[in-house]
């Protein structure tokens, strides 16, 4: 499956982004998907996830209540709704996917495939 995403930019803390991963390819049910986030000199981390049918979901403590994590299987595509934001959000945003998995995935190392990813940019 190929990942594109889009939707990062830059905003003003307090702001709002959404974020878009469109996916072609194999089946689009068969993939749990995730957003992930890496700050300057920080390590990738989890940020979203969810399950094939979007029925099981996860955030990271650090974004509970602020973003939301949803998908189309109808138009293969995975969102992440960022309201609140804040400096410390600021990153290249990753979304990803794992072939097979029916329920959801909180790390990198079990994900398959990874998009290019989109800067997003959170002025105080």
């Known amino acids: 499956v190929q990942l594109q995403a889009s939707g990062g930019g830059l905003v003003q803390a307090g702001g709002s982004l959404r974020l878009s991963c469109a996916a072609s390819?194999?089946?689009?049910?068969?993939?749990?998907l995730g957003w992930f986030r890496q700050a300057p000199e920080k390590e990738r981390e989890v940020v979203a996830a969810?399950?094939?049918?979007?029925?099981?979901?996860y955030y990271a403590d650090s974004v509970k209540g602020r973003f939301t994590i949803s998908r189309d299987n109808a138009k293969n595509t995975v969102y992440l709704q960022m309201n609140t934001l804040k400096p410390e959000d600021t990153g290249v945003y990753y979304c990803?996917?794992?072939?097979?998995?029916?329920?959801?995935?909180?790390?990198?190392?079990?994900?398959?495939?990874w998009g290019q990813g989109t800067l997003v940019t959170v002025s105080s």
């Open positions: 990803a996917a794992e072939f097979g998995r029916t329920g959801i995935a909180t790390t990198s190392k079990t994900y398959d495939y």
């Open positions: 390819g194999r089946t689009f049910t068969s993939y749990a």
């Open positions: 969810i399950n094939w049918s979007g029925g099981m979901v």
